[in-house]
């Protein structure tokens, strides 16, 4: 199966691990070894390589992370190679426990993120505070050049793990919002968020001050038992929609939506523009919750657990995930409100106002991948 664009694009190889494991020479670690093999990552990985292996550590009161045993397998497979791998990721733009590095690392030490477990150091990638990136010239139409944290670009190879699932802004989130997001400094954050202007609906707001106690940049007061937020001070984080019991703060998902996903494809670019040939892509299709991992808790699953995939190819990967999460059967029990049958858009069906694709477009646009793709099943 695969996506086709139309002529002129080349399929790019997606191996997929399905989820199932029937026996201890099935396990999913076994397996996971000979996909990081099959799909050709021993020959990218070389010999005295500082490998960044990309992962999210989940904010504190996730539960839907990338397990730190999968992370160990992938870091055994590394240091077999002779490469150094280290974990890493960067710190946020909005203020919670992985704000600056000290918490960062408090954080991934209670996920299970440790020596001992998972086999490798953590480096939170842009520093102490999140100041520490260089400029990197990208091609875009947004930007020429962008943010880009130091210890990306100063790693010799990359291992992308990335936890597939929904996001309140930019619909779903896979390797191209690993590498853009994941990858950019605070200041690279803010230059992607800067588009997004939520406005409270005000015969919805109960103005009980959840936006406002999850604001970090404390430009929401209530006003007549009203949210008023502060456009010149807001950040554009996106933390007071996702806070918002009552769905009474909004943005506009034809224009904020698809801008800050084209700025990400951007991004995503310039994260990987030095090493095109020495990054490695695996996204994890399981625990497919409706919400980012920057949430502090973790909603039910969208879709049954799929498995694992890997490619050299970000925009493929993200491509193949999508169409196979859109084959299952989805969770009535969960925050989808339709697309429940097979074949249907399960990221539409939980946010239906916003248009996924163009962080796919945009970024097969850019030169970043092709969404045309041949899965080959181990």
């Given at each position: 199966m ?8 080349m399929?790019s ?57 999968f992370v160990?397998?992938?870091v ?72 880009i ?8 190879s ?35 968020h ?24 404390q ?6 038992n ?31 939506g ?6 990400m494809?951007?991004?995503?670019l ?21 919400h980012?991992?920057?949430?502090s ?34 969770n ?6 339709g697309n429940?049958?097979?074949g ?5 069906g ?29």
């Open positions: 695969g996506f086709a664009p139309g002529p002129g694009f399929a190889k997606v191996f997929f691990l399905e989820r199932r494991a029937t026996s201890p020479r099935k396990s999913l670690q076994v397996r996971l070894e000979k996909l990081f093999d099959r799909a050709g990552f021993n020959e990218i990985i070389k010999k005295g390589d500082l490998a960044a292996v990309k992962l999210h550590f989940g904010e504190r009161g996730l539960t839907t992370y990338i397990h730190p045993v160990r397998t992938i055994d497979k590394l240091i077999h190679l002779g490469a150094k791998p280290f974990l890493t990721d960067t710190n946020t733009l909005y203020i919670e426990a992985r704000h600056n590095a000290v918490e960062h690392l408090q954080t991934a030490i209670l996920h299970g993120f440790t020596y001992a477990t998972a086999g490798a150091p953590v480096i939170i990638a842009d520093g102490l505070r999140g100041h520490s990136s260089r400029d990197v010239a990208v091609p875009g139409r947004h930007f020429r050049t962008v943010k944290a130091q210890g990306i670009l100063d790693a010799d990359m291992v992308v793990l990335s936890h597939v699932k929904g996001h309140i802004v930019t619909g779903m989130g896979g390797a191209i919002k690993n590498l853009s997001m994941g990858c950019s400094s605070r200041a690279g954050k803010h230059m992607m800067a588009c997004i202007k939520p406005e409270v609906i005000a015969e919805k707001c109960q103005g009980d001050a959840h936006c406002q106690k999850h604001c970090p940049s430009c929401i007061t209530i006003e007549n009203v949210a008023f937020i502060d456009e010149k001070l807001c950040i554009g984080c996106g933390e007071c929609i996702a806070a918002c019991p009552y769905d009474s703060i909004k943005i506009d998902w034809d224009n904020d698809e801008l800050l996903q084209e700025k494809a951007e991004f995503a310039g994260a990987i523009q030095d090493k095109k040939d020495k990054c490695c892509f695996l996204n994890f299709l399981m625990d497919i919750t409706p980012c991992d920057c949430h808790w973790s909603d039910s699953f969208i879709v049954p657990d799929i498995g694992i995939l890997a490619s050299t190819d970000p925009v493929a990967i993200d491509q193949a995930s999508v169409d196979l999460i859109n084959r299952q059967q989805g009535v029990d969960s925050k989808l409100k429940y049958s097979p249907e858009d399960k990221f539409v939980v946010y239906p106002n916003c248009n996924y694709s163009v962080q796919l477009r945009y970024s097969e646009e850019l030169g970043l991948g092709s969404r045309s793709y041949e899965l080959i099943e181990l």
